[in-house]
Each structure stands twice: as C-alpha cells, then as structure tokens.
C-alpha cells in the first residue's frame, strides 16, 4: 500500500512539473526547436541525360524527399544552361553534366533502391549522350558525396553489367566519381514538368530490369497475328503518351485492336523503329512492323497511317483521302443498302455514323440518308470541278464521306454517302 501512495504522488509531481514546464518561457523554446532525432538523411548526385524528366522521376520515388536539377563535374566551363548546351562544349570533356541532386531518407530507402532505379531508368551504356540527346553534358554519371558510397555504387553497377550482358547490351559507360561541387540549375529548370506539362521527357531505359524488380514476360501472342497497332510509352510520366491517349485511344473503336507496352514489354515481337522517345506507334502484320512513327501523332495524321495500314491502294483509301467517289452501285453499297437494323460506323475509328433508321432509296446508286447521328460529322464547303457542293466528313478520323444535298425526301436533306468508307454494326451486336 505504501508503494502505491508513492507512486501516486509521484504521478501527481510529475504532471504539475509538465503543466508548470510547458508554461515557461524557458519550457516553450524548448519545444519549439527542431527535435533531437535521427533525420536518416543522405544526398546522391546523378546523371542520366536530360534532367528535366530525371528529375520528375525521382521525386515520384518512395523514399526521396527531394531532387533539385542542376550541374556539376565540370571545369572552365560556367555552371550554366546556356554555357554548358552551347556548340563550343558539345563534345568538351570538362563540361558540366546535367544532373539531379537527390536526397532521400535512408529509413525509408536504400541507396541499393535508389541506384537500381537510376540504371533501370536509362542506357548506362550510352557515352555522352541519351538517345538523340547527344552532348557530354547528357554523360551518364554518379558523383557520390561521401567515400561510404562507393562500395554499394560498384556493387550495383557491377551486378547490372551482368544483367546487360545477358540482354546483349554492351559495357557500361557511367563514370563514378566523388562530387566536388553541385550548381543547382536555373529557377525555370526546377520541376519544369510540373510546370509544363508537355514538356520534353524522353524514355531511354533498356528494359533490362534488377531480379528483385523484374516483371514476368509480356505475353504478346495476340500481337503475334493478323493487324495490330501498338503504341509504346514510357515506363515512367508521359505527358505525349497522355495526350495521345486523350486525343485518339480513348475514342478509338476500329476494328484492329490498340495495345500499349513499355519499351522492356516487345519480347517476340520484331520493332525497327526506334522505341527510346515515347509513344511511339507501331503498325504490325504478324508480328512484325509494317511501319512505325517516333513520337505524338495527331488525330488527323493517325487515321490517315492507319489508312495506308489498313485500306492500303484501294478505291476505299482514294474516298478516305483524296476525296474520291465510289463507282455508282459499287459492291459495298448493293451490301449495304438493305442491311437490318443497324448502325453505319467510320472504317477507321469505329465511330458510329448514320443510322438505318435514317436511310431511304434515293436510287442514285448511293447510300442515302436523311442525316447522320448527332456530332459525328462535320460540313466543308467544296467548290472542285466547277461545282458548289457541301462536303461531309468524319469528325473523329476527318476522312472524307461524300456530299450532302437539299434534294431529300420530304424537303429534308440527302447524305450521300460512299459504301467504301462505312463498315456495319447490326443494332442487336
């Protein structure tokens, strides 16, 4: 019982000394310096080509708490964007490198993870440039802050270069050295896609991947037949990926399938085009590229190389593209002038058209109707030939349709439309 009493008071002194102490001024400042705790932080320097999207990555990475863009390694050379791109240092062996300082909280991530990344996310095989960023301020470079660094930045570097090896790349060119001084880059550098959105950002990685994160084989079989289109982003942000998406995958409904892979996800497939800048969009025939475009495809310029894919010299193409005119009662108009009940849909996007509800025989030997679904095309005014017309094309692919005419069933209008164009989808399908 005596024990307990003590313990009770000693309870009761020590909550007056906390009320007595937090109401000090000397108490109070006390509190309000920094805690006496670890920070577990720790910097490392890298340079893995244009740090614009190096930088966006890292400070996306768990663990990181900051990336700051910037230069370094270099000597005579001012520590300047201006100095370091201009044609005089291209090639200067004493030119500063663009590089990233990141900082990252050791509690929360090695730098075994940290320098896994850094080799996964460019080709450290690449000497004095990334893809077509060529220069030696693009080297691919680790300055290390302190000599405990070294061992793990070999460690690393050594068990990639087996990796690489195994994938037929060759050795690897990244210099290590220990950092002497880093220049953080001009304010209009700093989290430039953040600020730009659609800024430029490259993917340079090889696809070769660490054990520890390395993803089972794409199982690309159905890229493997018949016609497909594959369009390969980068692993990390895209902002051109995202824009392609926006403007063209999304509404996209044709009838050969769109894929999307990463530029370590082709295994089985033959590419030739280069896949380092992103997207990059690939029209394949069993598996191997028929033809591919490096970088953002508008709408308009998709559709038209989907049209060569997939229309190829055809009378369909001459419509799509040149403006041409079916041969009156063409094959596909004696198909498609008594389909059930149905929707009229673009050959190329999928994008639905005309309805069957809306046709009528207007025995001109092509396809007729009294309008078209709401949105789905537009109006162009053409005075070929010597004569005033009013074209009618598709909004989502803009390929040619035919003509519209005041000359309709009661005082509505005539769309005449060439059968060439259009594929068909039952209502019930």
């Known amino acids: 019982m005596r024990r307990i009493i003590i313990a009770k008071v000693t309870l009761v002194a020590l909550l007056a000394w906390l009320v007595v102490g937090v109401t000090s001024t000397n108490a109070t400042d006390d509190i309000s310096k920094e805690p006496q705790a ?18 966006k990555a890292y400070s996306k990475l768990p663990g990181v708490v900051d990336a700051v863009s910037g230069y370094a390694d270099g000597r005579g050379v001012d520590p300047t964007y201006r100095a370091i791109t201009a044609k005089a240092n291209r090639m200067n062996p004493d030119n500063h490198a663009e590089v990233v300082e990141v900082t990252y909280n050791s509690n929360q991530t090695s730098l075994t993870a940290v320098l896994q990344y850094y080799f996964e996310h460019h080709d450290p095989t690449q000497k004095n440039r990334q893809g077509n960023d060529i220069g030696s301020q693009y080297r691919s470079i680790i300055l290390t802050t302190h000599d405990a660094q070294t061992a793990t930045v070999m460690r690393v570097l050594n068990d990639y270069q087996v990796l690489l090896k195994a994938a037929d790349y060759g050795a690897i060119a990244t210099q290590i050295k220990p950092l002497e001084r880093f220049y953080p880059a001009e304010d209009y550098h700093q989290d430039y896609l953040a600020k730009n959105p659609n800024g430029y950002c490259p993917d340079h990685s090889t696809g070769v ?16 037949s018949g016609l497909q289109i594959l369009v390969i982003e980068a692993q990390g942000y895209c902002p051109y990926c995202d824009k392609f998406k926006a403007d063209v995958i999304d509404d996209y409904a044709g009838s050969i399938p769109i894929t999307t892979r990463t530029a370590g996800q082709l295994n089985g497939l033959t590419i030739d085009t280069p896949t380092w800048a992103t997207p990059t969009i690939v029209f394949l025939r069993d598996g191997k590229e028929a033809f591919g475009f490096q970088g953002y495809l508008s709408a308009k310029d998709f559709y038209r190389a989907l049209g060569i894919f997939k229309l190829g010299d055809s009378e369909a193409f001459n419509v799509a593209f040149e403006e041409g005119t079916d041969a009156r009662y063409c094959r596909e108009y004696e198909i498609f002038k008594n389909t059930p009940d149905g929707v009229f849909v673009d050959k190329l996007s999928g994008v639905p058209l005309f309805d069957t509800r809306d046709r009528f025989n207007s025995k001109s030997g092509w396809l ?20 005033r017309r009013t074209e009618i094309r598709s909004v989502s692919s803009d390929i040619h349709l035919g003509h519209v005419f005041d000359d309709g069933p009661n005082g509505m209008p005539r769309y005449c439309i060439n059968a060439t164009v259009l594929d068909f989808l039952p209502r019930d399908g």
């Open 38 to 55: 670890t920070q577990h932080l720790d910097k490392i320097v890298l340079g893995a080509g244009c740090f614009w999207g190096v930088e």
């Open 209 to 224: 991947r660490f054990a520890a994160n390395a993803v089972p084989a794409t199982d690309n079989t159905a890229l493997a």
């Open 368 to 387: 007729s109707f009294t309008k078209p679904i709401d949105g789905a095309v537009y109006d162009k005014l053409d005075n070929r030939y010597g004569m």
